[in-house]
């Protein structure tokens, strides 16, 4: 292959220069593109070699054992222990107004029934007075004796006692055989410091 050097122009005007600042421009526009293109090629490549890896479906979490129920703890029953305070003090009154406690303690197979009636008349005025002054008490049922009422479910077992013949369970329906007693208010003396209840009647000497 020859090349004509003749043709080759030894100089530039203005159309040659044209030419060669529009290759240049071009040549210049197509390296731009190129690394444009070559960029958003490894953009493109990026994510797709780590969606493998952020696809991957999650592993289903351990199943958990179905949690049982905590077993029911026994219902305890509490205690309260009485104090005899209460109880000597009442009986001391008992005593003082009633002789309550002589009446009992005395063998009354020697007396007769009148006399044990005399007697037993002047121990049921001082008990009831007793109960006046010191005790507000009122029925637990408000039906007369002797009618017939019914007991819902769920009835307080310790303010009403069933007897006879109990099958099943309630609503129950029977007769009222005694209305009960529940106590309201509670009026006992104060006892000075020092005092023994326990000495129900003191000693009687004579002199």
């Not at 290759?23 to 490549?45: D, E, G, Y």
């Not at 990026?46 to 219902?75: G, L």
Request: proline share 7%; charged share 25%.
């Amino acid at each position: 292959m020859n090349i004509d050097l003749s043709l080759i122009p030894t100089t530039f005007d203005a159309v040659h220069a044209a030419l060669a600042a529009t290759v240049v421009v071009l040549l210049l526009l197509q390296i731009l593109l190129l690394t444009v293109a070559v960029i958003a090629l490894f953009k493109k490549s990026a994510p797709a070699a780590a969606k493998p890896e952020a696809m991957k479906p999650a592993e289903p979490a351990p199943a958990r054992e179905a949690e049982k129920p905590a077993p029911a703890k026994p219902e305890t029953v509490v205690l309260r222990e009485a104090t005899p305070d209460a109880a000597l003090q009442l009986l001391g009154l008992l005593q003082k107004e009633a002789r309550f406690i002589d009446f009992v303690r005395e063998n009354v197979s020697s007396y007769s029934d009148a006399d044990i009636g005399a007697a037993a008349r002047v121990v049921h005025e001082g008990c009831s007075k007793v109960l006046r002054q010191h005790f507000e008490l009122e029925p637990v049922r408000s039906e007369p004796e002797s009618s017939r009422i019914t007991l819902p479910k769920g009835f307080d077992a310790s303010a009403v006692r069933l007897t006879g013949n109990i099958v099943g369970e309630a609503p129950f329906t029977g007769t009222l055989v005694h209305r009960g007693w529940r106590v309201k208010n509670i009026r006992l003396p104060k006892v000075t410091e020092g005092h023994d209840v326990k000495i129900l009647a003191a000693a009687e000497v004579e002199l």
